[in-house]
């Protein structure tokens, strides 16, 4: 089956712990890209890549970094300058101007920092 | 930047009513398409329906329906026989695009529709 997986679904972790939450997809899709929802809140983009080795800040790309090394995976790193990591965290991917730039999203992963 | 606004937190209608989404967007951008995704409980982002913004004539995906307002910057959501099912977030999201690819889609915080039985 063609998707996106994200894992772990629930991450605790310690404070001043850098964390990396893991994105796979094997849609063959271009761009991929990371957001953060706080308790009612919409998403927020915190980055996004277009193609490998490539990768652009979002709105709120401080504390977090990544690395676009294979089209197929996305990580991102929560490091320990996040001042408030404690969030759910969708990863999502899409084709391009051919498929309207319509993303797929992953299940998300619940982070909580203690 | 862009911002979009979605100034109805919560909506609650009966099962097999109509119910009307609201979604204001402010841009300076002519490349751009909006999106209505919905969120259940199980918080899996699922797109509803899609618009181009170059194209007048307003998008429909079976019972969901949007009316699109570039002038005025409006895009709302119609549910038309609502169904239980249909109770979840909704959120409206902004994607601007260019020859070298699309942003990340700017999201509004989010409608909780409730379809009451």
């Known amino acids: 089956d063609g998707g996106i997986t994200q894992s772990p679904k629930y991450l605790f972790r310690k404070e001043g712990q850098n964390v990396t939450l893991s994105c796979e997809q094997n849609l063959n899709h271009d761009a991929m890209y990371w957001y953060r929802q706080d308790p009612g809140q919409g998403l927020r983009l915190i980055y996004y890549s277009q193609i490998v080795n490539d990768f652009q800040k979002g709105d709120i790309a401080e504390g977090y970094s990544v690395s676009r090394e294979k089209k197929e995976s996305f990580p991102l790193t929560v490091t320990s300058a996040q001042k408030n990591p404690t969030a759910f965290y969708l990863c999502?991917?899409?084709?391009?101007?051919?498929?309207?730039?319509?993303?797929?999203f992953g299940p998300g992963t619940r982070l909580t920092v203690t | 930047a862009q911002t979009v606004t979605q100034s109805q937190p919560e909506m609650s209608v009966q099962e097999a009513e109509t119910v009307t989404l609201s979604c204001t967007y402010d841009?300076?951008?002519?490349?751009?398409?909006l999106f209505w995704y919905k969120q259940p409980p199980s918080r899996q982002m699922i797109l509803v329906i899609r618009?181009?913004?170059?194209?007048?004539q307003n998008a429909t995906e079976n019972r969901f329906s949007v009316n699109f307002q570039k002038a005025a910057k409006s895009f709302s959501l119609k549910i038309s026989d609502s169904q239980l099912g249909d109770t979840a977030m909704y959120f409206c999201a902004f994607m601007r695009y260019s020859g070298g690819g699309a942003d990340g889609l700017t999201f509004g915080k989010g409608t909780h529709l409730i379809i009451q039985p």
């Open positions: 618009q181009e913004a170059y194209k007048q």
């Open positions: 841009t300076s951008e002519n490349n751009y398409y």
């Open positions: 999502a991917s899409s084709w391009g101007a051919a498929k309207s730039y319509e993303q797929y």
